[in-house]
T-cell receptor
Framework: EVQLVESGGGLVQPGRSLRLSCAASGFTFDDYAMHWVRQAPGKGLEWVSGISWNSGSIDYADSVKGRFTISRDNAKNSLYLQMNSLRAEDTALYYCAKDMRSVDYGIDYWGQGTLITVSS | QSALTQPASVSGSPGQSITISCTGTSSDIGGYNYVSWYQQHPGKAPKLMIYEVSNRPSGVPDRFSGSKSGNTASLTISGLQAEDEADYYC??????????FGGGTKLTVL
């Protein structure tokens, strides 16, 4: 059974940093691309970033480019999102998600999410 | 990276059929057959319902079907049931090697 468990969320002040983690199990982690997707309270889904199986291809939404960094450790079956210069509009539930292929293609499984609140 | 366009809401009675549209451009929906649909109940994570425009993952009822014409994809739910009431999102791969989601559609079963 595919399991994706996010951690690292919480309340953070504007301008500060936070690092999210996602522990994956139930599938061969290094065979698949992975993504971060966020959902602001009461709003829709927004794709944030994706990383290919070997970290050779990395992409970001324009809204986070230059501030967020996605990475993965295949030896630890883990996905990360380093979030710098946080803004109020980054407040959202952040989902870790598994792709159906080794490069960006489409998401088939989602974690339960970790909530980030950016506020002073 | 503009979001795909979906109607904000649709409704139908039990047993009826409804269709949710998702409009993009030639750089996303129109250019690739990599369109997915997700169902999200309140407080829950999204669930994959359709992938590659019209394929259903194992366990998804065949009441759910997908199609595409040009830059518009569609999700049809036939034989509507109470448990189908949820938010539905479309998603597509894009020419920028990113993913893009639609704004979401709230389905109400009357």
């Amino acid at each position: 059974e595919v399991q994706l468990v996010e951690s690292g969320g919480g309340l953070v002040q504007p301008g500060r940093s936070l690092r999210l983690s996602c522990a994956a199990s139930g599938f061969t982690f290094d065979d698949y691309a992975m993504h971060w997707v966020r959902q602001a309270p009461g709003k829709g889904l927004e794709w944030v970033s994706g990383i290919s199986w070997n970290s050779g291809s990395i992409d970001y939404a324009d809204s986070v480019k230059g501030r967020f960094t996605i990475s993965r450790d295949n030896a630890k079956n883990s996905l990360y999102l380093q979030m710098n210069s946080l803004r109020a509009e980054d407040t959202a539930l952040y989902y870790c998600a598994k792709d159906m292929r080794s490069v960006d293609y489409g998401i088939d499984y989602w974690g339960q999410g970790t909530l980030i609140t950016v506020s002073s | 990276q503009s979001a795909l366009t979906q109607p904000a809401s649709v409704s139908g009675s039990p047993g009826q059929s409804i269709t949710i549209s998702c409009t993009g451009t030639s750089s996303d929906i129109g250019g690739y057959n990599y369109v997915s649909w997700y169902q999200q109940h309140p407080g829950k994570a999204p669930k994959l319902m359709i992938y590659e425009v019209s394929n259903r993952p194992s366990g998804v009822p065949d009441r759910f079907s997908g199609s595409k014409s040009g830059n518009t994809a569609s999700l049809t739910i036939s034989g509507l049931q109470a448990e189908d009431e949820a938010d539905y999102y479309c998603s597509s791969y894009t020419s920028s090697s990113t993913l893009v989601f639609g704004g979401g559609t709230k389905l109400t079963v009357l």
